[in-house]
């Protein structure tokens, strides 16, 4: 069965979510700021997430295309102003969906993998140095589909090849709330399937349905 992104949201980081949370921050890429979901605004995963968390709490996305994890790699979000404005507006509660531009050996990034770890965990700091309540969520990353039909061979060869790093990207969030308190992993490895994305990797209007 097919779960779908707001769905594994409502099931897992809602359950877990403070009744004092009423500032929630989104920090990712692309896939954060619900590109590819017909109506960005009230279809992409911000909007979805801010209708199920109801009255009380306030969603926000900082998030920004292309983004990586990784503070060497080509274009890092830690150095965004998306970053210095989620820092600035002190979430109770942060979600952080990062990896999937990590993940490419075709763009100068995966080379810092070592990194992973240490870059990770500086999002976080500077999240709790900000807000020292904050709980963090680590979503994913979700998976990526070289299967997706009509891809063109090289873009079917890309995404075979970012696939087991976007598993080791996923662990390292896991070791990471697995030691940490107030921290929290959600595997999104279920949460799609190839034909409801439209490229490979971005959910289309039926991934964020």
């Given at each position: 069965?097919?779960?779908?992104?707001?769905?594994?949201?409502?099931?897992?980081?809602?359950?877990?979510?403070?009744?004092?949370?009423?500032?929630?921050?989104?920090?990712?890429?692309?896939?954060?700021?619900?590109?590819?979901?017909?109506d960005?605004?009230?279809?992409?995963?911000?909007?979805?997430?801010?209708?199920?968390?109801?009255?009380?709490?306030e969603?926000?996305?900082?998030?920004?295309?292309g983004?990586?994890?990784?503070?060497?790699?080509?274009?890092?979000?830690?150095?965004?102003?998306?970053f210095?404005?989620?820092?600035?507006?002190k979430?109770?509660?942060?979600?952080?969906?990062?990896g999937?531009?990590?993940?490419?050996?075709?763009?100068?990034?995966w080379?810092?993998?070592?990194?992973?770890?240490?870059?990770?965990?500086?999002?976080?700091?500077?999240?709790?140095?900000?807000?020292?309540?904050?709980?963090?969520?680590?979503?994913?990353?979700?998976p990526?589909?070289?299967?997706?039909?009509?891809?063109?061979?090289?873009?079917?060869?890309?995404?075979?090849?970012?696939?087991?790093?976007?598993?080791t990207?996923?662990?390292?969030?896991?070791?990471i709330?697995?030691?940490e308190?107030?921290?929290?992993?959600?595997?999104?490895?279920?949460?799609?399937?190839?034909?409801?994305?439209?490229?490979?990797v971005?959910?289309?209007?039926?991934?964020?349905?």
């Amino acid at each position: 069965m097919r779960l779908i992104l707001p769905t594994l949201l409502l099931i897992s980081v809602l359950a877990a979510l403070p009744a004092a949370a009423e500032r929630i921050a989104i920090l990712g890429d692309s896939i954060s700021t619900g590109a590819h979901a017909g109506d960005r605004a009230r279809d992409g995963f911000p909007g979805r997430l801010g209708r199920l968390v109801g009255d009380g709490h306030e969603v926000r996305a900082f998030a920004q295309s292309g983004c990586c994890l990784l503070r060497k790699s080509d274009r890092p979000f830690a150095s965004t102003p998306q970053f210095e404005a989620a820092l600035e507006w002190k979430p109770d509660t942060a979600l952080i969906m990062l990896g999937t531009n990590d993940s490419s050996e075709k763009r100068p990034n995966w080379k810092h993998h070592a990194d992973l770890e240490t870059d990770a965990r500086h999002l976080l700091e500077a999240l709790r140095a900000a807000n020292p309540e904050l709980e963090l969520h680590f979503l994913g990353p979700p998976p990526v589909f070289p299967d997706k039909t009509g891809l063109e061979p090289g873009r079917q060869a890309d995404l075979q090849q970012r696939a087991p790093h976007l598993l080791t990207i996923r662990d390292t969030y896991r070791k990471i709330a697995a030691a940490e308190p107030g921290v929290f992993h959600h595997d999104l490895t279920r949460t799609l399937e190839a034909e409801s994305t439209s490229d490979g990797v971005h959910p289309d209007a039926r991934g964020h349905d």
